[in-house]
């Protein structure tokens, strides 16, 4: 059987995933099926001169470019969402694939995420995401002063504030406020009362004077004329902490999942790849100090920016699966791994929230039959076990996973090859390597006519 030639178009702009994506095409596929497209020669030739380690060392032959190939060319376009050529992926369904899909708001945009799942859990009360998703109210907030036009209908705000007001400290709910379109743990904030948060919102009105705009161009601040949409959410409290003997006790941690989406649609969760990114300071009550975010967010990019650096032996950054097994806390036989009960409950919110988005939110996302995607969906733990899912991301940072952690990476992007780009491409050729497996597992198969 004689198999066409596939060209590779890569400009991730990433120098921690592009050396593990070529590694992963090599494990995955015949080798001397692949072209590497002339920009591409260049850009490994780069990254194998910085980092002379690195997993491209082998030789990539210089290849054409991009626009001398014949139409009819089968070509692999992996690049950041803004430079991938959707009009030619659309003109092209059969002989091109990209690593994004065009419409995906229902799932990436955090008030937007917060509707799909509402409507959805309307009409599907039974849903996992019933019982797994914080809820939440929508916000569209332009300045402070609009603040009591936006909650007229957050009638889950006023009567948690009015609750509040009557509970003593340690009683009180707390929320925390999401800018529906920030990214690295930007703009989060904890708030129990209507002041607390006509504050925050007071805090990102544009300031006065040029002195005070120096000031807020120079800093990590946001504005609310910049971030117009909002999503506030119950607070998980408390999460489920892991006791002593463990390097990261006591301190809150959420689990970051690497999922693969493909064509229209099928939905891998990688198993093998889920990480425990852990808060930076041990966890308390927010009410003992609602302003400081250390306890809370446990996103490696707070970390960073709130600490200057990671201390030096403190590890953030954990394999779910190297966890302890067995936890007293949790209610649970001696030959259960509550691991395991974990991982079931995220792979059935994964596949309702994808459910969710293709059946019930068709305008806001638009999965194609040529396209596939990796997203990096958040869950957190509560102290009873059960698993919440926080958000939905795209294009994750890969590099969070650290250099210890790299071989998981390396197992999500082979994932990536052996589920998406073989099928699509060389749907004839059987699984490369099949002995190693690619710790995928299907949570989704739908059929939704889009070819």
Request: proline share 7%.
């Amino acid at each position: 059987m004689s198999l066409e030639k596939l060209y590779i178009d890569i400009a991730y702009e990433d120098t921690y995933i592009e050396p593990l994506l070529i590694a992963a095409l090599r494990a995955r596929l015949p080798s001397d099926l692949l072209v590497f497209l002339h920009h591409q020669q260049q850009h490994t030739s780069q990254l194998t001169a910085s980092k002379p380690d690195t997993t491209t060392s082998a030789h990539v032959s210089a290849g054409p470019s991009l626009p001398s190939l014949p139409e009819a060319a089968k070509i692999l376009h992996y690049r950041q969402y803004e430079t991938l050529p959707f009009p030619a992926l659309l003109a092209h369904p059969q002989t091109r694939q990209a690593n994004s899909y065009v419409v995906r708001r229902a799932l990436i945009r955090k008030h937007y995420l917060s509707a799909t799942i509402r409507h959805w859990v309307a009409k599907h009360p039974d849903s996992a995401l019933a019982k797994g998703w914080p809820g939440g109210c929508e916000l569209e907030v332009d300045y402070a002063e609009f603040l009591d036009e936006a909650l007229a209908e957050a009638w889950e705000l006023r009567e948690s504030w009015a609750k509040n007001g009557k509970e003593g400290e340690n009683g009180r709910a707390w929320w925390i406020l999401k800018p529906g379109m920030s990214e690295r743990g930007e703009g989060l904030r904890l708030f129990s009362s209507e002041e607390e948060l006509r504050e925050i919102f007071e805090e990102w009105d544009p300031p006065d004077d040029e002195e005070e705009k120096a000031e807020e161009a120079e800093g990590e601040g946001i504005m609310t004329t910049h971030l117009r949409h909002f999503l506030a959410q119950p607070y998980i409290h408390p999460p489920l902490l892991l006791p002593s003997p463990f390097p990261a006790a006591g301190r809150k941690f959420h689990l970051r999942v690497y999922v693969l989406a493909v064509g229209a649609l099928k939905v891998y969760v990688s198993r093998s790849a889920v990480l425990a990114l852990f808060a930076a300071e041990p966890y308390h009550a927010p009410s003992s100090s609602p302003n400081n975010l250390a306890p809370h967010l446990t996103n490696t990019c707070f970390q960073q920016s709130s600490t200057g650096k990671e201390r030096e032996g403190d590890r953030i950054v954990y394999s779910f699966w190297d966890l302890p097994p067995t936890l007293s806390t949790l209610a649970q036989g001696d030959d259960i791994d509550w691991r395991d009960s974990i991982f079931t409950q995220i792979c059935a919110l994964t596949s309702e929230v994808f459910t969710a988005a293709a059946r019930g939110m068709g305008p806001h996302f638009q999965p194609f039959a040529n396209a596939f995607e990796v997203f990096g969906l958040d869950f957190v733990v509560g102290a009873d076990g059960r698993v919440w899912l926080l958000e939905v991301n795209a294009f994750p940072d890969f590099a969070q996973t650290g250099k210890e952690l790299k071989g998981l990476v390396e197992g999500v992007l082979e994932g990536v090859v052996e589920r998406a780009v073989r099928p699509f491409f060389f749907p004839d050729l059987a699984m490369w390597k099949a002995e190693k497996g690619d710790g995928m597992v299907e949570v989704l198969d739908l059929e939704l006519g889009r070819r």
